[in-house]
Structures are given as structure tokens and as C-alpha cells.
């Protein structure tokens, strides 16, 4: 054999050894650092570069060498596809479910529960501490004449169309990308109800304020449609509304003490003690079942109702009924 011949072969060799050698280190950086390790929270910037992210990752011991990771992510023609936000990363994963995770967008999310009979201002209270984003602003976009345009929806703000819930939210949404997703969730519900509504002639803005006053009124899911009809019969007859709720609502400040001054207000344009008709606008963010009473009453004559004070309510027809209803469960209460 000719001597050149040797030393190619040779070259060969250890051009393979060491391409092997390099695929054994790359290949050993690719495991994970730590099994069974917990999951961390790690940031990706916007327009940060996939050396960078490589770096930090290295320096958090997510991975063994960021030169490896990098590599991982030119590889496979993702350098330039990392996407901004909060992630759940653990030590336990391999580069390559890391970088997956950096990659397609599978944000950290939080939980934001929102009961039933919220208004906005209690929703934007608890926005902020779930750190989803700010009390005032949320408010100030809420209730900003733009807001109901924005999406669809019937009124001059979107309070009773951000819809009870509980989400799972990230963070870094923009106030009017959280609003959204509220608002959207009650369309979704809107778009099942609309058929019934459009039946009856009652428009979208009178189903939310009539149900928003419902869920104010009781939080027995029982008593929703029993609440609805007492309304609905007592508007048909023109009788006014005459409840709390809706004169507490228009009251500024409220300190929690609704006096006669109070309800003998023309000057309160939710006075429905004085206002004939509904408000001008739902007074908190009803639910599901409060939205269905409107539209299935229960079949009752009833005009009145009166707290038992244990979250119940008795129901009467007539005045005098109620009268009796109202000294046997409040008045003699009051004396004790």
C-alpha cells in the first residue's frame, strides 16, 4: 500500500474519532441536569437572541452547556422562533423539550377566579392581585364609552360582560386582551341564549341588567328564576323595580349604610325606587343561571319578596301579603 494511501486512512481516522468525540459531548450536554428537579419560572425577553437565552439558561443550571443548547436550537432552525413570555422550565427536561417550550408559546399561566355578581371594580381589584395586570387601568378601560364598541357588545361599558369564571391567564396581557377574553366568554354563553332573547323581543343589554339586579338580589341558584319573574311581572304592570341593589350602585363611595335619604334620591339615575323601568346598565357581571332566569322565569303571579335572613327569600303577591311578610321577618326582628 502506497503511503499516502496510510496517511488518508489515517486522516479518515481521526477526522471520525473526533467528529465522534464531538457528537459524545454534544450528546452528554443534551441530557438534563437533575432528575425528579421542580419546575422554575424562567423569562424569555422580548427579542432576545437564542445565545442569550442559551446563557441564562446555563447560569440557572436548566442545562449542562449552553453552547450545546445553542447549537440544539441552530440545528433545528429555531434560533429565531423564541417566543416572549413566562415559562415553567425544570431541570429535569432535556434541552429539547426545554427549547420546545421556549419555542411554541407554552406560557406560565395563573388562575383569576371571578364570582358570580362581581362588578367591574371588584374584578379589577382582583386582577391586580393575581399580578394580571393593573386595578385602574383595567377599570379605566372598562368603563371608557369605547369599551362595549370594542366588542360587540350593548351598552356604554362593558360592566356585566365580563363573564364569572375562573381562567387561566398569563402574564403580559395587554388590559385590553384580558378584558377580552371575559367579554368573549360571555359572547360564547350570548350566542346560546341569543335565540331565546331574540324570541321574547328582549334585548341583549336588558337580559345582562335584569340579571346582573338578579344575582345581586340572591345567591340561591333556586331562587334565580322566582327573583326574575317578580321583575318581569312587575315591569309588565309598570310597577318600578324598588331594589337595593341597583340604588347602592349609583351611590359613590358607598359606606355600606343605605339610608331613606338614600332611596328618596331622584337625583340617582339607578334610584329604581324613584326611575320607572330597568337601570341604565347592569349594576355587577352576572352568570350563566342568572341569565337563563330572565329568560325562564319561574311561572309565578308574585310582586314582591322579602329576606328570610337566612339567604332565602319569601314570595307574595299582593301588598298587604307582603306587609305581613315583611313584619314577621324583619320588622319583629329588628324590635328583638
Not at 486512512?9 to 473526533?18: S, T
Not at 363573564?163 to 346560546?192: C, D, H, I, M
Request: with cysteine; charged share 25%; aromatic share 10%.
Amino acid at each position: 500500500m502506497k503511503w499516502w494511501l496510510v496517511g488518508f486512512a489515517a486522516l479518515l481516522l481521526c477526522g471520525a474519532l473526533a467528529a465522534a468525540g464531538a457528537w459524545y459531548l454534544i450528546d452528554q450536554n443534551l441530557e438534563p441536569v437533575a432528575a425528579g428537579a421542580e419546575p422554575v419560572l424562567f423569562d424569555v425577553e422580548p427579542g432576545e437572541t437564542l445565545k442569550a437565552v442559551a446563557s441564562r439558561l446555563e447560569s440557572a443550571g436548566l442545562v449542562r452547556n449552553r453552547h450545546a443548547f445553542e447549537w440544539l436550537g441552530r440545528y433545528h432552525e429555531l434560533g429565531g422562533k423564541l417566543r416572549a413570555g413566562e415559562y415553567w422550565v425544570s431541570a429535569s427536561e432535556t434541552p429539547s423539550e426545554i427549547l420546545t417550550t421556549l419555542t411554541t408559546g407554552r406560557v406560565a399561566t395563573y388562575e383569576l377566579a371571578i364570582p358570580e355578581g362581581f362588578t367591574a371594580a371588584m374584578i379589577a381589584r382582583r386582577i391586580e392581585a393575581a399580578k394580571l395586570g393593573n386595578a385602574e387601568e383595567f377599570l379605566a378601560w372598562v368603563l371608557s364609552p369605547e369599551s362595549a364598541a370594542a366588542y360587540g357588545v350593548e351598552g356604554a361599558t362593558l360592566e356585566g360582560y365580563l363573564f364569572p369564571e375562573t381562567y387561566r391567564l398569563p402574564k403580559g396581557l395587554s388590559t385590553r386582551e384580558t378584558a377580552g377574553v371575559l367579554v368573549n366568554q360571555f359572547l360564547t354563553v350570548w350566542k346560546e341564549l341569543e335565540p331565546r332573547a331574540r324570541a321574547q323581543k328582549i334585548s341583549m343589554k336588558d337580559v345582562v341588567t335584569l340579571a346582573s339586579i338578579i344575582e345581586k338580589e340572591t345567591g340561591v341558584a333556586e331562587e334565580r328564576p322566582l327573583i326574575a319573574a317578580v321583575f318581569l311581572n312587575r315591569l309588565r304592570r309598570g310597577m318600578r323595580l324598588e331594589t337595593d341593589p341597583t340604588v347602592i350602585y349609583g351611590i359613590p363611595n358607598f359606606d355600606g349604610n343605605l339610608r331613606r335619604r338614600d332611596l328618596e334620591n331622584p337625583d340617582n339615575p339607578y334610584n329604581t325606587y324613584k326611575i320607572p323601568g330597568l337601570p341604565p346598565g347592569p349594576i355587577a357581571n352576572p352568570g350563566r343561571g342568572a341569565l337563563e332566569a330572565v329568560l325562564a322565569p319561574a311561572d309565578i303571579d308574585a310582586l314582591f319578596f322579602v329576606s328570610r335572613n337566612d339567604g332565602t327569600h319569601v314570595f307574595s303577591t299582593t301588598f298587604a301579603e307582603h306587609e305581613r311578610r315583611v313584619d314577621e321577618y324583619q320588622r319583629r326582628r329588628q324590635k328583638k
